[in-house]
């Protein structure tokens, strides 16, 4: 049989005598008032059960430790760091009984921050929030919840420098708005549904330290921790993991953190995990590992150092991140090799702009892909597109020159195969190309986000953006040089803006995305970005007239097909002109129609759409 000692908080008497002291019956052997010089004598089978607040268990448990007594916890109503890290049962009347029904205790481990413990978080500068909307559970937490977090995430935060060191490394120095600090994976709050392998017994802690680069970062793991499916186990993007049993934190600065709940500032925190230090008999709720894994974890890559740390360090966060030279050297290296002239580009530029005006000739949706895939124009736009965000002259000429020298390929050879082809009437494939509206230029916008982003992420093929650069460009500089060869100018001079239209939008958008990457500060980017939105502006003019031409269209066929006159249906209605208004109609009747009754017609749909129109017919009998 237990023999119980209950050691209590005085100011809970009332408590201690109604409802505590019935549940232990004949187990108690003494009943204790805690105070600050406690003496106790005890027998080596007594079992101490407190029932503190989280104040009084930090000054007891160093006593604990020190007389290796063997101990239990109850929920006092201000012991919530405790019973949150060491899985104590709200329930007071269930707590006592699974202390009394739990014969082995188990040897805990104990984490020490500058000499004191630590029962559930250390929080170093802004943390808590953050981790908080990471790890919520849609089971378990209500949605307003999660958005009172997210909004959180608007607030100015700065970066500290710290510098972390650990035993047998080299001290790791870097820069992040804060740490969290854990002990355990299992009960605490923040860290159970995102740690694994973890139990209070493996002689670890978790170190914690979070770095994100902007603001546009923290509101962007907001928006997906908002929409996070429920078990998804992940730190966030910009958090590091070193799980270890010792280390030392520095700041050139006072250290202002939260230890349980409270504030306190200090000029370097030690933390120390003692193993096996507290025989515990364990909460309902805490898990001990039966072979506790002892390694330790790394895992530092997202956080900053050198030139990258140093413009983070002391200030607040940017709300887009300014890459450091050292991130985007490669990029600019790749940069200024797309936009060199090379014999491969030219090759390419020819053989595409060949394929794709023979897959035009011959109607051919296969073929024209074909030539889209071999199109190398996308290269030195990109680099185009950089250099503009930058207002870097050589890039400008660079890839200039090598647009020009393609399009100059594209066009001769477009113009020569229109002289040897002696077919001269435009079909489906042509015609879809000389009359762009604002559709064509969303196109061209997202292709340019595309092919930016390829570029600056290196894990990213960057032949996934290449065919949907490529789908927008070939095509019309090859109907324009056919419109050339021709000598049809609104043929070349329609494909000629859907052109332009896509090297406008693809610049313009390609732009946009290396400066929300932060490949260039707003300063050094903003005459860049205007002109591109001038010319943008400028371009999408004669495009909303090609939209609202566009809408007109769509609207009459709605309104004609299969519209009855009298006797006759209407079918398949082709609008071959806007302005003015021409139709291909197919007349579906019971008996041939002779001109006055096509006039009839004529004038009728007339009426019905309230202009005057050109109509080619087409007749069908309909015999029964």
């Given at each position: 049989?237990?023999?119980?000692?209950?050691?209590?908080?005085?100011?809970q008497?009332?408590?201690?005598e109604?409802?505590?002291?019935?549940?232990?019956?004949?187990?108690?052997?003494?009943?204790?008032?805690?105070?600050?010089?406690?003496?106790?004598?005890?027998?080596?089978?007594?079992?101490?059960?407190?029932?503190?607040?989280?104040?009084?268990?930090?000054?007891?448990?160093?006593?604990?430790?020190?007389?290796?007594?063997?101990?239990?916890?109850?929920?006092?109503?201000?012991?919530?760091?405790?019973?949150?890290?060491?899985?104590?049962?709200s329930?007071?009347?269930?707590?006592?009984?699974?202390?009394?029904?739990?014969?082995e205790?188990?040897?805990?481990?104990?984490?020490?921050?500058?000499?004191?413990?630590?029962?559930?978080?250390?929080?170093?500068?802004?943390?808590?929030?953050?981790?908080?909307?990471?790890?919520?559970?849609?089971g378990?937490?209500?949605?307003?919840?999660?958005?009172?977090?997210?909004?959180?995430?608007?607030?100015?935060?700065?970066?500290t420098?710290?510098?972390?060191?650990?035993?047998?490394?080299?001290?790791?120095?870097?820069?992040?708005?804060?740490?969290?600090?854990v002990?355990?994976?299992?009960?605490?709050?923040?860290?159970?549904?995102?740690?694994?392998?973890?139990?209070?017994?493996?002689?670890?802690?978790?170190?914690?330290?979070?770095?994100?680069?902007?603001?546009?970062?923290?509101?962007w793991?907001?928006?997906?921790?908002l929409?996070?499916?429920?078990?998804?186990?992940?730190?966030?993007?910009?958090?590091?993991?070193?799980?270890?049993?010792?280390?030392?934190?520095?700041?050139?600065?006072?250290?202002?953190?939260?230890?349980?709940?409270?504030?306190?500032?200090?000029?370097?925190?030690?933390?120390?995990?003692?193993?096996?230090?507290?025989?515990?008999?364990?909460?309902?709720?805490?898990?001990?590992?039966?072979?506790?894994?002892?390694?330790?974890v790394?895992?530092?890559?997202?956080?900053?150092r050198?030139?990258?740390?140093?413009?983070?360090?002391?200030?607040?966060?940017?709300?887009?991140?300014?890459?450091?030279?050292?991130?985007?050297?490669?990029?600019?290296t790749?940069?200024?090799?797309?936009?060199k002239?090379?014999?491969?580009?030219?090759?390419?530029?020819?053989?595409?702009?060949?394929?794709?005006?023979?897959?035009?000739?011959?109607?051919?949706s296969?073929?024209?892909?074909?030539?889209?895939?071999?199109?190398?124009?996308?290269?030195?736009?990109?680099?185009?597109?950089?250099?503009?965000?930058?207002?870097?002259?050589?890039?400008?000429?660079?890839?200039?020159?090598?647009?020009?020298?393609?399009?100059?390929?594209?066009?001769?050879c477009?113009?020569?195969?229109?002289?040897?082809?002696?077919?001269?009437?435009?079909?489906?494939?042509?015609?879809?190309?000389?009359?762009?509206?604002?559709?064509?230029?969303?196109?061209?916008?997202?292709s340019?986000i595309a092919?930016?982003?390829?570029?600056?992420?290196?894990?990213?093929?960057?032949?996934?953006?290449?065919?949907?650069?490529?789908?927008?460009?070939?095509p019309?500089?090859?109907?324009?040089?056919?419109?050339?060869?021709?000598?049809d100018?609104?043929?070349?001079?329609g494909?000629?803006?859907l052109l332009?239209?896509?090297?406008?939008?693809?610049?313009?958008?390609?732009?946009?995305?290396?400066?929300?990457?932060?490949?260039?500060?707003?300063?050094?980017?903003?005459?860049?970005?205007?002109?591109t939105?001038?010319?943008?502006?400028?371009?999408?003019?004669?495009?909303?007239?090609?939209?609202?031409?566009?809408?007109?269209?769509?609207?009459?066929?709605?309104?004609?097909?299969?519209?009855?006159?009298?006797?006759?249906?209407?079918?398949?209605?082709?609008?071959?002109?806007?302005?003015?208004?021409?139709?291909?109609?197919?007349?579906?009747?019971?008996?041939?129609?002779?001109?006055?009754?096509?006039?009839?017609?004529?004038?009728?749909?007339?009426?019905?759409?309230?202009?005057?129109?050109?109509?080619?017919?087409?007749?069908?009998?309909?015999?029964?």
């Open positions: 049989m237990k023999s119980v000692v209950l050691l209590y908080d005085p100011r008497e009332e408590v201690v109604e409802r505590i002291l019935p549940l232990f019956e004949q187990h108690l052997k003494l009943k204790i008032p805690f105070n600050n010089e406690l003496k106790i004598n005890l027998d080596e089978e007594d079992f101490i059960v407190t029932y503190l607040t989280d104040e009084q268990l930090k000054e007891f448990f160093p006593i604990a430790v020190e007389k290796n007594w063997r101990i239990g916890l109850l929920p006092h109503p201000k012991m919530v760091q405790a019973r949150q890290g060491f899985g104590v049962d329930k007071l009347e269930e707590s006592i009984s699974h202390l009394l029904n739990l014969e205790s188990k040897d805990v481990d104990l984490l020490m921050v500058n000499g004191r413990p630590v029962f559930n978080t250390v929080v170093i500068g802004e943390s808590l929030s953050l981790m908080t909307g990471s790890v919520a559970n849609t378990t937490s209500r949605l307003w919840i999660r958005a009172k977090s997210f909004f959180r995430l608007f607030r100015r935060v700065k970066s420098r710290y510098k972390i060191i650990l035993k047998d490394k080299e001290p790791l120095d870097t820069a992040c708005i804060g740490m969290v600090i002990q355990h994976g299992k009960s605490n709050l923040i860290s159970r549904r995102i740690l694994e392998d973890s139990f209070v017994n493996d002689g670890k802690m978790h170190l914690i330290p979070l770095a994100p680069k902007s603001i546009s970062g923290l509101i793991f907001g928006i997906s921790s929409f996070r499916r429920q078990g998804n186990r992940s730190l966030p993007p910009f958090a590091a993991h070193i799980k270890t049993g010792l280390v030392t934190i520095e700041s050139n600065e006072p250290i202002n953190y939260s230890l349980d709940g409270a504030l306190m500032s200090a000029k370097g925190l030690e933390l120390e995990v003692k193993p096996k230090v507290i025989r515990l008999v364990p909460g309902k709720h805490l898990v001990t590992g039966d072979s506790p894994s002892a390694q330790e790394f895992k530092v890559k997202v956080l900053p050198g030139e990258e740390r140093d413009a983070l360090s002391g200030r607040y966060l940017p709300f887009i991140y300014h890459a450091s030279t050292d991130e985007f050297k490669w990029l600019f790749t940069l200024r090799e797309n936009a002239a090379t014999n491969s580009y030219l090759v390419l530029m020819t053989l595409s702009t060949f394929i794709a005006t023979l897959g035009l000739f011959g109607n051919s296969p073929v024209i892909i074909g030539a889209m895939i071999l199109a190398p124009l996308m290269s030195p736009i990109i680099s185009l597109s950089m250099g503009v965000l930058r207002q870097d002259q050589r890039l400008i000429f660079e890839s200039s020159k090598a647009i020009g020298l393609g399009m100059l390929l594209g066009y001769l477009a113009v020569f195969l229109t002289w040897l082809t002696p077919l001269n009437i435009s079909n489906e494939e042509i015609l879809a190309r000389v009359r762009p509206n604002l559709l064509d230029l969303g196109v061209a916008v997202g340019g092919g930016a982003y390829a570029h600056a992420k290196e894990e990213v093929a960057k032949t996934l953006a290449g065919v949907a650069i490529a789908v927008a460009l070939v019309p500089l090859a109907v324009s040089g056919i419109g050339l060869g021709w000598m100018w609104s043929i070349f001079l494909a000629l803006l332009f239209t896509n090297f406008a939008g693809m610049i313009m958008a390609a732009a946009f995305t290396f400066l929300l990457l932060g490949f260039s500060p707003f300063r050094l980017a903003r005459r860049g970005i205007l002109i939105l001038l010319v943008v502006g400028l371009v999408s003019l004669p495009l909303v007239l090609g939209f609202l031409d566009m809408v007109k269209e769509k609207d009459v066929i709605s309104k004609l097909d299969g519209h009855r006159l009298e006797e006759v249906v209407l079918r398949d209605i082709h609008v071959r002109q806007v302005k003015p208004l021409r139709l291909s109609v197919k007349i579906i009747a019971e008996s041939p129609l002779n001109e006055s009754q096509i006039r009839n017609i004529k004038q009728e749909l007339e009426e019905y759409l309230g202009e005057e129109i050109e109509l080619e017919v087409t007749l069908g009998i309909k015999v029964m």
